[in-house]
């Protein structure tokens, strides 16, 4: 193994924490822990806990850097070594950000991302390329289970001749929507409790992004069980680095990844 860096790691997915897992508990790597967003005042006690170590190698943050000046700005000042991508695979402004930081700080860059499901021949998707186009797909008069993030369900409001199922994790604005339904929670835990929930509320669509992996990855069989069509939304396209979806893969590309300039 190549002399102990210190990893940026942006996080905030079951990857990244794995991740973060693996190189405290088998490395000498030091590892800061950068989540965006409020999660309150004790999310390093509650990570910390959850991850079932505590270690000298590992420190956390929380917050935005400022754009990719604040970022590279940061890097200089906390002497990283590596930059590494885990956030969501739609965390489009952090990943683009970590791009632009990465190259003006000559920090070498990963990007570490689930992998994308995909169409089967007992699926029925449709697959666009934004929100819009899925909200202008679905057919009038239609139930709808929307699984797009609090963030994200606006495209939607004006499509009051159908009526949605939100969940999200998230409160979100109920007063935009006509007719709708909001279940705030995590994703079902097996997909027989997916096909519960959607046969309780008489979906005839699933419209989802395509995250990848997981927990959430139950809804798409419960889709597929029970012969609901899919509205996928792509991922977004985002600048070429490095980019790895199996652990091994990424811990291979630390070891090897050039010295920070």
Not at 20 to 27: A, V
Not at 214 to 240: C, F, N, Q, W
């Given at each position: 193994?190549?002399?102990?860096?210190?990893?940026?790691?942006l996080?905030g997915?079951?990857?990244?924490r794995?991740?973060?897992?693996?190189?405290i508990?088998s490395?000498?790597?030091?590892?800061?822990?950068?989540?965006?967003?409020?999660l309150g005042?004790k999310?390093?006690e509650v990570?910390?806990?959850?991850?079932?170590?505590?270690?000298?190698?590992?420190?956390f943050?929380m917050?935005?850097?400022?754009?990719?000046e604040?970022?590279r700005?940061y890097?200089?000042?906390?002497?990283?070594?590596l930059?590494?991508?885990a956030?969501h695979?739609?965390?489009?402004?952090?990943?683009?950000?970590?791009?632009?930081?990465s190259?003006?700080?000559?920090v070498?860059?990963a990007?570490?991302?689930?992998?994308?499901w995909?169409?089967?021949?007992?699926?029925?998707?449709?697959?666009?390329?934004?929100?819009s186009?899925?909200?202008?797909?679905?057919p009038?008069?239609?139930?709808?289970f929307?699984?797009?993030?609090?963030?994200?369900?606006?495209?939607?409001?004006?499509r009051?001749?159908?009526?949605?199922?939100?969940?999200?994790?998230a409160?979100?604005?109920?007063?935009?929507?006509?007719?709708a339904?909001?279940?705030?929670?995590?994703?079902?835990?097996?997909?027989?409790?997916?096909?519960?929930?959607?046969?309780e509320?008489?979906?005839d669509y699933l419209?989802?992004?395509?995250?990848g992996?997981?927990?959430a990855?139950?809804?798409?069989l419960?889709?597929?069980?029970?012969?609901?069509?899919?509205?996928?939304?792509?991922?977004?396209t985002?600048p070429?680095?490095?980019?790895?979806?199996?652990l091994e893969?990424?811990?291979?590309?630390?070891?090897h990844?050039?010295?920070a300039?």
């Amino acid at each position: 193994m190549t002399k102990p860096r210190h990893i940026l790691l942006l996080g905030g997915t079951a990857e990244a924490r794995e991740l973060l897992e693996t190189l405290i508990k088998s490395t000498e790597h030091d590892v800061t822990y950068s989540l965006a967003g409020v999660l309150g005042s004790k999310a390093e006690e509650v990570l910390r806990s959850r991850m079932g170590f505590d270690s000298d190698h590992f420190q956390f943050r929380m917050g935005g850097f400022g754009g990719p000046e604040g970022l590279r700005h940061y890097m200089e000042e906390h002497d990283i070594d590596l930059l590494i991508d885990a956030t969501h695979p739609y965390a489009t402004v952090i990943s683009r950000n970590a791009i632009e930081a990465s190259k003006a700080g000559a920090v070498p860059l990963a990007r570490y991302v689930r992998h994308e499901w995909t169409e089967t021949p007992d699926d029925s998707w449709t697959v666009v390329d934004r929100l819009s186009d899925a909200a202008a797909a679905l057919p009038s008069g239609v139930t709808v289970f929307l699984s797009v993030g609090r963030q994200s369900i606006a495209p939607f409001a004006s499509r009051k001749d159908c009526r949605f199922v939100i969940r999200s994790i998230a409160e979100a604005e109920e007063h935009l929507f006509h007719s709708a339904t909001f279940i705030q929670g995590m994703p079902g835990r097996s997909m027989e409790e997916e096909m519960t929930l959607f046969q309780e509320y008489d979906i005839d669509y699933l419209v989802t992004k395509n995250s990848g992996s997981g927990k959430a990855s139950y809804k798409i069989l419960a889709a597929r069980e029970l012969h609901i069509p899919v509205i996928m939304v792509k991922r977004p396209t985002l600048p070429d680095c490095p980019e790895f979806s199996e652990l091994e893969a990424v811990l291979t590309w630390i070891d090897h990844a050039p010295e920070a300039h």
